[in-house]
């Protein structure tokens, strides 16, 4: 081969190597900067992915809640119907058996205090005990006296209070279902830049993407670590 012609193979083959040296770093870079985008954009997935469970989750705890808070209310109110039912006897039952005391017919008394319920029956003996028809310190009927209970308005108190409980509960579920929402819209902001970043080919501008798009992930992240599970 001539003199000639070798050196222009060897100078063609210097070149391809100035270009190799010249392209494969920045290929490389390339290549690191698609690498660490593909790790954003798998976080963001399984991060929107439990983001999205965890609302839902929270909903749905919400509605069972209320649900039942609602299921307790109306129980409640029915044992406070009961309750006054009751206790609107027991002042009848008690007036009936006083006017016929009072008018001596021992038999009527009798057979109204018959009459008494057994929680009356408790706190009517305890009436009688201070001396009411000669004691003007003495309460006024037995409903007055610290002995008188109606089990079914206490029911309706405890129920009350148990409904309010669980009522709390739903909305403190709802609220928490509300943040993985707002997480989850935070997370579509991230996809959206990183997304944008990758339709330009100059590296500095998807470098200052790819930076953005890391330090607003960063944000709904920590807020998924502190959340509690639903």
């Excluded at 391809?16 to 593909?38: C, D, G, K, M, Y």
């Excluded at 001396?131 to 108190?157: R, S, T, V, W």
């Excluded at 992240?221 to 509690?228: C, D, G, I, R, T």
């Amino acid at each position: 081969m001539p003199e000639s012609a070798v050196g222009a193979v060897g100078y063609v083959i210097r070149k391809l190597n100035q270009v190799r040296e010249n392209v494969l770093p920045s290929q490389s870079r390339f290549e690191a900067i698609e690498i660490i985008e593909a790790l954003i954009l798998a976080l963001v997935a399984v991060a929107t992915a439990w983001s999205g469970y965890q609302a839902a989750e929270g909903a749905g705890k919400r509605a069972e809640l209320y649900a039942k808070a609602n299921r307790l209310r109306v129980t409640a109110e029915g044992l406070a119907t009961l309750a006054g039912q009751e206790r609107i006897y027991d002042s009848d039952t008690f007036n009936s058996w006083l006017a016929a005391k009072l008018d001596n017919k021992q038999q009527a008394a009798e057979f109204f205090e018959r009459r008494f319920r057994d929680e009356y029956r408790r706190a009517f003996t305890s009436w009688l005990s201070t001396d009411p028809f000669n004691n003007a310190q003495a309460p006024p009927g037995p409903i007055f006296m610290p002995d008188y209970h109606n089990a079914k308005h206490e029911q309706f108190l405890g129920l009350g209070k148990q409904a309010a409980d669980i009522a709390d509960q739903g909305t403190k579920s709802g609220e928490t279902g509300d943040q993985y929402v707002r997480i989850t819209v935070l997370l579509a902001t991230v996809l959206l830049i990183t997304a944008i970043g990758q339709r330009f080919h100059f590296k500095i501008v998807r470098v200052v993407f790819m930076i953005l798009a890391f330090l607003l992930l960063c944000l709904p992240l920590a807020q998924l670590l502190m959340l509690p599970r639903i």
